[in-house]
């Protein structure tokens, strides 16, 4: 403790190695403390088997005598029953710890001691933490029951070697797929992979709990427990319903109705505007979101309600409401083989689970390989089709207002070029249309942008991004345009031959 102490004050000479050697060794430390609490209580657990103790479970006696969480107790309880109390095996020459499970004690006859676990032997020498502990354990227990000795103790050597580069995360994800480098074949990795993913969904679904009561007071309380998958879905859109950039464009909005924003703010990313504290209070014109604490539990709920308004009732046995992207392949939606999908949240699914989702519409299958299907239409169709709303889920998860985070799930499919001709008031021709239903084409706006679009107070820009996603912004008609980039600019819409960019820019637009 004096040595860090001392390190802390002479902060200014310390350089980028020094830190790093700070921060490995104090990490180390930390593991290697919390082996030794952990092989205590397998002591604790001897000591009860032996009758030397009156407890009946170790978790609770443990974590009542230390102030501890009990649920956190119980796992290392069974973490250390796994991993043994064992001498630590010598450390090797200028290296890690030499113990070799299995190997013999130098006397001649002597019997063999119990040896450390490549784990365990990591763990005590601090290579390690408990999590990595946890992941390599798990694993263990969770391969095949026809694999030999040899090769369990294989497949722990390797998950420690990739502990030791990896987060418990990362390892996590390596752990299920350690069939593939114990030397088995991709489909009897894949089959492994997926049975794990599968069993874990079963126990979600075995867990899923929901109730709710009425407080009396107008509002309904209530508390749920979901598998991953559908809370990652719900929490998608809640959380594109509740970004601080949705928020504040909301609050703008609301002055602009209320006839009391004046300004348009100046913060920087475009997020600058009149903005709405956690009590409802507004900032002065310019002022940014930045500058208030949203209460996030409380927008949050107000989503959740907004959302459940806009449940499909009369289509509950079909589509689901939000868009999940879903990495797979072609194979696995035919049933030929079983390979887990993942979804654009890092999370992964069961083949069966992919399948069924698919089958229901419930998610856009990214597949890999397969037909394509045809995605431009030309001037043949007038309204955008479900294959290209696909097609541009994989490129937009929102409106592509520049301030708005509706869920591309609630959007509309936008001709930036017109389809038919624009007219205004007296039937002047605006803009000739002619644009084509193909996905250069198309934006995804809300139902409130894309009818703003009609607005003849109101005009928009659109600008292309480098990945070629658009980008719309509304003014009012005599405010000065936003800065946009100058005619040619790579990532710019490409202009149509004998059409002027201001009168595009001019267009109050009918719906498209």
């Not at 102030?67 to 450390?91: I, K, S, W, Y």
Request: hydrophobic content about 35%; glycine content about 10%; proline content about 5%.
């Amino acid at each position: 403790m004096h040595a860090v102490a001392d390190l802390g004050g002479a902060a200014e000479s310390l350089t980028a190695g020094d830190l790093d050697w700070l921060v490995q060794q104090a990490q180390t430390l930390a593991n290697r403390h919390d082996r030794v609490r952990v092989r205590a209580l397998d002591v604790v657990r001897q000591a009860r088997e032996a009758g030397r103790a009156r407890h009946d479970d170790d978790a609770q006696y443990t974590a009542g005598r230390t102030r501890t969480d009990v649920r956190q107790m119980g796992r290392d309880a069974g973490l250390a029953e796994r991993l043994g109390n064992h001498q630590p095996a010598l450390a090797a020459p200028g290296g890690t710890g030499a113990g070799t499970a299995g190997s013999s004690t130098d006397a001649p006859g002597a019997t063999a001691a119990p040896q450390q676990t490549p784990a365990a032997q990591a763990w005590d020498e601090g290579a390690i933490t408990r999590a990595h502990a946890l992941v390599i354990t798990g694993a263990l227990d969770d391969l095949p029951e026809e694999l030999s000795a040899e090769q369990r103790l294989e497949a722990e050597r390797i998950l420690v070697a990739k502990a030791g580069r990896m987060k418990p995360a990362a390892l996590r994800r390596e752990a299920r797929r350690i069939l593939h480098d114990l030397g088995f074949s991709e489909r009897e990795a894949d089959a492994h992979h997926n049975e794990l993913v599968r069993s874990e969904e079963d126990a979600a679904w075995a867990a899923a709990r929901f109730w709710m009561t009425d407080r009396g007071d107008g509002t309904v309380h209530g508390q749920f427990t979901l598998p991953v998958l559908q809370g990652r879905m719900l929490a998608k859109a809640l959380q594109a319903m509740t970004s601080p950039r949705h928020l504040a464009h909301k609050q703008r909005a609301a002055q602009q109705t209320a006839g009391t924003g004046t300004g348009t703010g100046t913060a920087d990313s475009g997020t600058g505007m009149p903005g709405a504290g956690a009590q409802g209070t507004t900032t002065a014109p310019g002022g940014s979101w930045k500058d208030h604490q949203f209460d996030w539990a409380h927008e949050r709920g107000k989503a959740l309600a907004e959302l459940i308004d806009h449940l499909p009732t009369d289509q509950l046995g079909s589509k689901v409401n939000a868009i999940l992207l879903v990495t797979t392949d072609l194979e696995t939606l035919r049933g030929e083989t079983d390979r887990a999908g993942v979804t654009d949240t890092g999370d992964e699914i069961s083949a069966g689970q992919v399948r069924r989702l698919a089958s229901n519409a419930g998610i856009i299958p990214v597949v890999m390989g397969g037909d394509s299907l045809p995605l431009d239409l030309g001037r043949q169709e007038r309204f955008f089709t479900q294959a290209q709303r696909t097609a541009l889920a994989t490129r937009y998860t929102s409106c592509a207002e520049e301030h708005c985070d509706r869920p591309f799930s609630w959007c509309e499919i936008h001709h930036d070029i017109p389809w038919a001709p624009v007219r205004g008031p007296g039937g002047r021709i605006l803009d000739p249309g002619g644009g084509r239903t193909d996905l250069a084409n198309a934006i995804p706006l809300c139902g409130r942008h894309h009818r703003r679009l009609s607005d003849p107070e109101v005009t928009h820009t659109t600008e292309r991004q480098d990945d070629g996603t658009a980008v719309v912004r509304f003014h009012r008609r005599g405010e000065p345009e936003p800065t946009r980039r100058p005619a040619g600019a790579p990532g710019e819409r490409p202009r149509q031959p004998g059409r002027s960019q201001q009168a595009r820019e001019a267009t109050p637009g009918s719906i498209q």
